[in-house]
Protein backbone atom coordinates (compact mmCIF):
# COMPACT_ATOMS: atom_id res chain seq x y z
CA UNK A 1 0.00 0.00 0.00
CA UNK A 2 0.89 3.39 -0.03
CA UNK A 3 2.03 4.57 3.23
CA UNK A 4 1.90 8.94 4.20
CA UNK A 5 1.91 10.53 7.35
CA UNK A 6 0.05 13.64 8.59
CA UNK A 7 1.80 16.94 7.56
CA UNK A 8 2.63 18.76 10.90
CA UNK A 9 -0.54 20.61 11.92
CA UNK A 10 1.36 24.48 11.93
CA UNK A 11 1.76 23.66 8.13
CA UNK A 12 -2.06 22.39 7.86
CA UNK A 13 -3.40 25.36 9.51
CA UNK A 14 -1.12 27.90 7.30
CA UNK A 15 -2.42 26.30 4.29
CA UNK A 16 -6.33 26.86 5.23
CA UNK A 17 -5.45 30.20 6.62
CA UNK A 18 -7.19 32.10 4.27
CA UNK A 19 -10.52 29.80 4.56
CA UNK A 20 -13.21 29.93 6.79
CA UNK A 21 -15.23 26.62 5.00
CA UNK A 22 -13.11 23.54 3.58
CA UNK A 23 -14.13 20.39 2.30
CA UNK A 24 -11.89 17.94 4.78
CA UNK A 25 -12.22 14.36 2.35
CA UNK A 26 -10.34 10.88 3.19
CA UNK A 27 -10.06 7.87 1.53
CA UNK A 28 -10.77 4.05 2.43
CA UNK A 29 -7.95 2.96 0.71
CA UNK A 30 -4.17 2.57 1.42
CA UNK A 31 -3.62 5.62 3.92
CA UNK A 32 -7.02 3.98 6.16
CA UNK A 33 -4.57 1.24 6.21
CA UNK A 34 -1.64 2.98 7.76
CA UNK A 35 -3.83 4.96 10.00
CA UNK A 36 -2.67 8.60 7.97
CA UNK A 37 -6.23 9.38 5.97
CA UNK A 38 -8.89 7.28 6.57
CA UNK A 39 -12.18 8.14 8.47
CA UNK A 40 -10.98 8.29 12.31
CA UNK A 41 -8.05 10.30 10.90
CA UNK A 42 -10.65 12.90 8.75
CA UNK A 43 -12.59 12.84 12.47
CA UNK A 44 -8.73 13.97 14.46
CA UNK A 45 -7.95 16.54 11.84
CA UNK A 46 -11.44 18.23 11.31
CA UNK A 47 -11.56 18.43 15.42
CA UNK A 48 -8.17 20.02 15.98
CA UNK A 49 -8.56 22.88 13.21
CA UNK A 50 -11.52 23.11 14.82
CA UNK A 51 -9.72 23.44 18.17
CA UNK A 52 -6.91 26.03 16.77
CA UNK A 53 -9.52 28.18 15.15
CA UNK A 54 -11.83 28.55 17.80
CA UNK A 55 -8.56 29.22 20.33
CA UNK A 56 -8.16 32.02 17.92
CA UNK A 57 -11.57 33.58 17.78
CA UNK A 58 -11.88 32.72 14.44
CA UNK A 59 -14.35 29.47 13.47
CA UNK A 60 -14.03 27.27 10.51
CA UNK A 61 -16.96 25.27 8.85
CA UNK A 62 -15.56 21.65 8.20
CA UNK A 63 -17.31 19.23 5.84
CA UNK A 64 -15.92 15.71 6.89
CA UNK A 65 -16.24 13.21 4.34
CA UNK A 66 -14.27 9.67 3.58
CA UNK A 67 -14.32 8.42 -0.24
CA UNK A 68 -13.96 4.85 -1.09
CA UNK A 69 -11.09 6.04 -3.32
CA UNK A 70 -9.52 9.04 -4.44
CA UNK A 71 -7.56 7.33 -7.35
CA UNK A 72 -10.53 6.80 -9.15
CA UNK A 73 -12.69 9.34 -10.87
CA UNK A 74 -15.40 7.73 -10.14
CA UNK A 75 -15.38 8.72 -6.40
CA UNK A 76 -13.72 11.77 -6.56
CA UNK A 77 -17.06 12.27 -8.25
CA UNK A 78 -19.38 11.91 -5.10
CA UNK A 79 -18.49 15.36 -3.88
CA UNK A 80 -19.71 17.62 -6.93
CA UNK A 81 -23.04 17.81 -4.62
CA UNK A 82 -21.63 19.61 -2.16
CA UNK A 83 -17.94 20.68 -2.96
CA UNK A 84 -18.87 23.91 -4.82
CA UNK A 85 -19.83 25.34 -1.46
CA UNK A 86 -16.77 25.10 -0.04
CA UNK A 87 -13.64 27.08 -0.66
CA UNK A 88 -10.82 24.71 -0.87
CA UNK A 89 -10.53 20.71 -0.32
CA UNK A 90 -8.44 19.65 1.40
CA UNK A 91 -7.57 16.10 0.73
CA UNK A 92 -5.40 13.47 3.42
CA UNK A 93 -5.23 10.87 0.52
CA UNK A 94 -1.74 10.58 -0.87
CA UNK A 95 -0.42 13.18 -3.71
CA UNK A 96 -2.59 10.83 -5.99
CA UNK A 97 -6.02 11.63 -4.66
CA UNK A 98 -4.71 15.53 -4.38
CA UNK A 99 -3.98 15.56 -7.71
CA UNK A 100 -7.38 13.81 -8.94
CA UNK A 101 -9.53 16.41 -6.60
CA UNK A 102 -7.41 19.25 -8.24
CA UNK A 103 -8.03 18.25 -12.06
CA UNK A 104 -11.32 17.38 -11.11
CA UNK A 105 -12.65 20.56 -9.73
CA UNK A 106 -10.57 23.26 -10.99
CA UNK A 107 -11.82 26.16 -9.39
CA UNK A 108 -11.16 25.32 -5.86
CA UNK A 109 -7.89 24.64 -4.02
CA UNK A 110 -6.88 21.00 -3.40
CA UNK A 111 -4.26 20.84 -0.46
CA UNK A 112 -2.49 18.30 0.85
CA UNK A 113 -3.04 17.13 4.17
CA UNK A 114 -0.39 14.40 4.10
CA UNK A 115 2.79 13.71 3.01
CA UNK A 116 3.17 10.85 0.28
CA UNK A 117 6.22 8.55 1.82
CA UNK A 118 6.26 5.27 0.20
CA UNK A 119 4.93 1.70 -1.22
CA UNK A 120 5.49 -0.36 2.05
CA UNK A 121 3.45 -2.03 4.37
CA UNK A 122 3.10 -3.25 8.46
CA UNK A 123 6.06 -4.35 10.08
CA UNK A 124 4.33 -4.32 13.56
CA UNK A 125 0.84 -2.67 14.64
CA UNK A 126 1.99 1.33 14.10
CA UNK A 127 5.07 0.28 12.07
CA UNK A 128 5.38 0.51 8.17
CA UNK A 129 8.33 -0.05 6.28
CA UNK A 130 8.89 0.63 2.48
CA UNK A 131 8.80 -2.36 0.21
CA UNK A 132 9.36 -1.40 -3.31
CA UNK A 133 9.92 1.38 -5.28
CA UNK A 134 8.25 0.92 -8.18
CA UNK A 135 11.16 0.16 -10.44
CA UNK A 136 8.63 -1.31 -13.70
CA UNK A 137 11.05 -4.31 -14.25
CA UNK A 138 10.95 -6.77 -10.81
CA UNK A 139 13.94 -8.64 -10.28
CA UNK A 140 12.70 -10.49 -6.64
CA UNK A 141 13.06 -13.77 -8.74
CA UNK A 142 16.66 -13.61 -8.73
CA UNK A 143 17.04 -11.87 -5.11
CA UNK A 144 15.13 -14.78 -2.60
CA UNK A 145 11.92 -12.03 -2.96
CA UNK A 146 13.75 -9.38 -1.26
CA UNK A 147 13.85 -6.39 -3.30
CA UNK A 148 17.54 -5.09 -3.92
CA UNK A 149 16.15 -1.74 -5.20
CA UNK A 150 14.44 -0.97 -2.32
CA UNK A 151 16.05 -2.46 0.62
CA UNK A 152 19.80 -1.65 -0.50
CA UNK A 153 20.27 1.85 0.20
CA UNK A 154 22.43 2.21 -3.05
CA UNK A 155 20.20 -0.23 -4.87
CA UNK A 156 22.77 -2.21 -5.77
CA UNK A 157 22.38 -5.24 -8.04
CA UNK A 158 25.25 -7.71 -7.35
CA UNK A 159 25.90 -7.83 -3.95
CA UNK A 160 26.60 -5.56 -1.00
CA UNK A 161 29.28 -2.61 -0.48
CA UNK A 162 31.78 -2.46 1.80
CA UNK A 163 29.63 -0.42 4.22
CA UNK A 164 27.65 -3.79 4.86
CA UNK A 165 29.10 -4.41 8.92
CA UNK A 166 27.66 -7.24 10.97
CA UNK A 167 24.31 -7.75 8.81
CA UNK A 168 23.65 -3.90 8.88
CA UNK A 169 24.07 -0.72 6.64
CA UNK A 170 26.51 2.00 6.91
CA UNK A 171 23.83 4.59 6.32
CA UNK A 172 21.83 3.66 9.83
CA UNK A 173 22.67 0.90 11.79
CA UNK A 174 19.34 -0.08 12.78
CA UNK A 175 18.87 -0.28 8.84
CA UNK A 176 19.75 -3.98 7.97
CA UNK A 177 21.71 -4.72 4.93
CA UNK A 178 19.42 -5.59 1.97
CA UNK A 179 22.42 -7.75 0.33
CA UNK A 180 22.70 -9.70 3.37
CA UNK A 181 19.41 -10.47 3.71
CA UNK A 182 19.49 -11.40 0.51
CA UNK A 183 22.45 -13.87 0.62
CA UNK A 184 21.07 -15.74 3.85
CA UNK A 185 17.88 -15.85 2.02
CA UNK A 186 19.48 -17.25 -1.04
CA UNK A 187 21.29 -19.66 1.02
CA UNK A 188 18.55 -20.95 3.02
CA UNK A 189 16.86 -21.59 -0.23
CA UNK A 190 19.96 -23.61 -1.63
CA UNK A 191 20.38 -21.17 -4.55
CA UNK A 192 23.11 -18.99 -3.65
CA UNK A 193 25.58 -20.85 -6.03
CA UNK A 194 23.36 -20.96 -8.54
CA UNK A 195 21.75 -17.69 -8.32
CA UNK A 196 23.55 -14.96 -6.68
CA UNK A 197 26.91 -16.22 -9.27
CA UNK A 198 25.36 -15.11 -11.81
CA UNK A 199 25.68 -11.35 -12.54
CA UNK A 200 23.03 -8.81 -13.07
CA UNK A 201 23.47 -6.66 -16.06
CA UNK A 202 22.81 -3.04 -15.18
CA UNK A 203 19.41 -2.03 -15.22
CA UNK A 204 17.35 -0.27 -17.71
CA UNK A 205 16.20 2.91 -15.72
CA UNK A 206 13.41 4.24 -18.39
CA UNK A 207 10.95 1.87 -16.53
CA UNK A 208 11.25 3.69 -13.21
CA UNK A 209 10.98 7.36 -13.23
CA UNK A 210 13.88 7.99 -15.08
CA UNK A 211 11.88 7.33 -18.18
CA UNK A 212 9.17 10.48 -16.65
CA UNK A 213 5.80 9.68 -15.62
CA UNK A 214 4.77 6.16 -16.30
CA UNK A 215 1.93 4.83 -17.99
CA UNK A 216 0.07 1.73 -18.70
CA UNK A 217 -2.62 1.33 -21.32
CA UNK A 218 -4.80 -2.20 -21.66
CA UNK A 219 -6.71 -1.84 -24.56
CA UNK A 220 -8.72 -4.75 -23.47
CA UNK A 221 -9.82 -2.79 -20.79
CA UNK A 222 -10.78 0.72 -22.33
CA UNK A 223 -13.93 1.79 -23.61
CA UNK B 1 -14.89 11.21 50.22
CA UNK B 2 -16.16 14.37 48.11
CA UNK B 3 -14.75 15.26 44.99
CA UNK B 4 -15.57 18.69 42.89
CA UNK B 5 -18.94 18.37 41.44
CA UNK B 6 -17.33 19.97 38.67
CA UNK B 7 -16.07 16.54 37.04
CA UNK B 8 -18.86 15.23 34.94
CA UNK B 9 -17.87 11.40 34.51
CA UNK B 10 -18.79 9.56 30.82
CA UNK B 11 -18.57 5.94 32.02
CA UNK B 12 -17.29 3.62 29.14
CA UNK B 13 -16.44 -0.17 29.17
CA UNK B 14 -13.02 0.18 29.52
CA UNK B 15 -10.05 3.02 28.81
CA UNK B 16 -9.42 0.79 26.26
CA UNK B 17 -12.04 2.57 24.52
CA UNK B 18 -10.72 5.79 24.61
CA UNK B 19 -10.65 7.20 21.68
CA UNK B 20 -8.59 10.57 20.48
CA UNK B 21 -12.03 11.69 18.98
CA UNK B 22 -13.55 11.81 22.12
CA UNK B 23 -10.77 13.48 24.19
CA UNK B 24 -10.58 15.91 21.49
CA UNK B 25 -14.37 16.38 21.22
CA UNK B 26 -14.80 16.92 24.83
CA UNK B 27 -12.26 19.95 24.48
CA UNK B 28 -14.31 21.02 21.22
CA UNK B 29 -17.52 21.06 23.89
CA UNK B 30 -15.85 23.71 25.54
CA UNK B 31 -14.26 21.72 28.95
CA UNK B 32 -11.35 22.90 29.89
CA UNK B 33 -9.94 19.32 30.52
CA UNK B 34 -10.39 15.75 30.44
CA UNK B 35 -8.80 13.06 31.76
CA UNK B 36 -8.76 8.92 31.49
CA UNK B 37 -9.22 7.14 34.57
CA UNK B 38 -8.45 3.76 33.77
CA UNK B 39 -7.43 0.56 36.08
CA UNK B 40 -3.84 0.17 37.31
CA UNK B 41 -1.11 -1.28 34.72
CA UNK B 42 -0.76 -4.73 34.79
CA UNK B 43 -4.46 -5.14 35.93
CA UNK B 44 -6.46 -4.74 33.05
CA UNK B 45 -9.57 -7.56 32.56
CA UNK B 46 -8.87 -6.67 28.74
CA UNK B 47 -5.39 -6.57 28.86
CA UNK B 48 -3.93 -3.83 27.78
CA UNK B 49 -6.81 -1.47 27.48
CA UNK B 50 -5.49 0.86 29.90
CA UNK B 51 -1.81 0.93 27.95
CA UNK B 52 -3.29 2.01 24.71
CA UNK B 53 -5.21 5.00 26.24
CA UNK B 54 -2.22 6.60 27.79
CA UNK B 55 -0.86 6.46 24.01
CA UNK B 56 -3.98 7.95 22.94
CA UNK B 57 -3.65 10.51 25.83
CA UNK B 58 -0.12 10.92 24.51
CA UNK B 59 -0.93 11.62 21.10
CA UNK B 60 -4.10 13.88 22.26
CA UNK B 61 -1.20 15.66 24.32
CA UNK B 62 0.95 15.91 21.32
CA UNK B 63 -1.50 17.38 19.15
CA UNK B 64 -2.79 20.19 21.48
CA UNK B 65 1.29 21.49 21.69
CA UNK B 66 0.83 21.77 18.20
CA UNK B 67 -2.31 23.70 18.59
CA UNK B 68 -1.33 25.99 20.69
CA UNK B 69 -3.34 24.76 23.93
CA UNK B 70 -2.00 23.27 27.12
CA UNK B 71 -1.39 19.15 26.99
CA UNK B 72 -1.85 19.55 30.61
CA UNK B 73 -5.34 19.78 29.70
CA UNK B 74 -6.01 16.36 28.96
CA UNK B 75 -4.28 13.15 31.77
CA UNK B 76 -4.39 9.67 32.12
CA UNK B 77 -4.78 8.84 35.55
CA UNK B 78 -4.90 4.87 37.13
CA UNK B 79 -6.53 3.47 40.10
CA UNK B 80 -8.03 0.94 41.18
CA UNK B 81 -11.49 0.47 40.41
CA UNK B 82 -11.62 -0.13 44.65
CA UNK B 83 -10.29 2.44 45.60
CA UNK B 84 -12.58 5.48 46.28
CA UNK B 85 -9.64 7.34 48.06
CA UNK B 86 -7.33 7.74 44.97
CA UNK B 87 -10.35 8.51 42.76
CA UNK B 88 -11.16 11.56 44.87
CA UNK B 89 -7.52 12.44 45.20
CA UNK B 90 -7.03 12.66 41.18
CA UNK B 91 -10.43 14.24 40.60
CA UNK B 92 -9.21 17.12 43.08
CA UNK B 93 -5.85 16.93 41.95
CA UNK B 94 -6.91 16.95 38.24
CA UNK B 95 -9.32 20.12 39.26
CA UNK B 96 -6.55 22.04 40.92
CA UNK B 97 -4.43 21.73 37.94
CA UNK B 98 -7.10 22.84 35.49
CA UNK B 99 -8.27 25.46 38.02
CA UNK B 100 -4.22 26.85 37.67
CA UNK B 101 -4.23 27.05 33.54
CA UNK B 102 -7.25 28.81 33.81
CA UNK B 103 -9.98 28.45 30.98
CA UNK B 104 -9.64 26.87 27.41
CA UNK B 105 -8.71 29.34 24.96
CA UNK B 106 -11.10 27.54 22.78
CA UNK B 107 -13.67 28.87 25.08
CA UNK B 108 -12.25 32.16 25.28
CA UNK B 109 -10.68 32.55 21.97
CA UNK B 110 -8.15 34.33 23.30
CA UNK B 111 -4.98 32.49 20.92
CA UNK B 112 -2.56 30.19 22.01
CA UNK B 113 -1.36 29.75 25.67
CA UNK B 114 2.02 28.37 27.06
CA UNK B 115 2.17 24.87 26.34
CA UNK B 116 4.69 23.63 29.02
CA UNK B 117 2.74 20.85 31.35
CA UNK B 118 3.05 22.95 34.67
CA UNK B 119 4.19 20.51 37.67
CA UNK B 120 1.67 18.75 39.22
CA UNK B 121 -0.04 20.69 41.90
CA UNK B 122 -0.23 19.53 45.12
CA UNK B 123 -4.64 18.37 46.27
CA UNK B 124 -6.05 21.41 48.57
CA UNK B 125 -6.96 20.35 51.97
CA UNK B 126 -11.15 22.07 51.23
CA UNK B 127 -10.94 20.19 47.68
CA UNK B 128 -13.97 19.51 45.93
CA UNK B 129 -15.54 22.87 47.25
CA UNK B 130 -12.49 25.39 46.34
CA UNK B 131 -12.43 23.91 42.97
CA UNK B 132 -16.17 24.02 42.41
CA UNK B 133 -16.40 27.89 43.38
CA UNK B 134 -13.56 28.58 41.32
CA UNK B 135 -13.93 26.61 38.11
CA UNK B 136 -18.07 27.63 37.77
CA UNK B 137 -17.23 31.29 37.29
CA UNK B 138 -14.95 30.51 34.31
CA UNK B 139 -17.35 27.91 33.26
CA UNK B 140 -14.93 25.13 33.60
CA UNK B 141 -15.90 22.05 33.57
CA UNK B 142 -13.61 18.93 33.60
CA UNK B 143 -14.75 16.24 32.16
CA UNK B 144 -13.75 12.58 32.79
CA UNK B 145 -14.34 9.67 30.92
CA UNK B 146 -14.24 6.57 33.71
CA UNK B 147 -13.31 2.58 33.14
Known amino acids: MIIGHRKPLEEILQMVEPFDKIALIGCKGCVAVCAAGGEKEVGILASALRLARKKDGREIEIKEVTLERQCDPEYIEEIEGFVHDYQAVLSIACGVGVQYMAERYKEIPALPGLNTDFMGGSEEQGVWVEKCQGCGNCVLHLTGGICPITRCSKSLLNGPCGGSSGGMCEINPEIACGWQLIVDRLESLGLLEKVYEQIMPYKDWTTSRDGGPRKIVREDMRE | ?147
Do not use: W
Open chain 2, 1 to 147: MDYPPNVKIIRIPCTGKVDALYLLKALEDGVDGVYAAGCEEGDCHFLVGNIRAKKRVGYVKSILKDLGINPGRVEMYNMSAADGPRFVQVAREFTARIKALGPSPVKTGKGSEPTEEVPEHAPESEGGEAAKQEERPAGGEPAQPAA
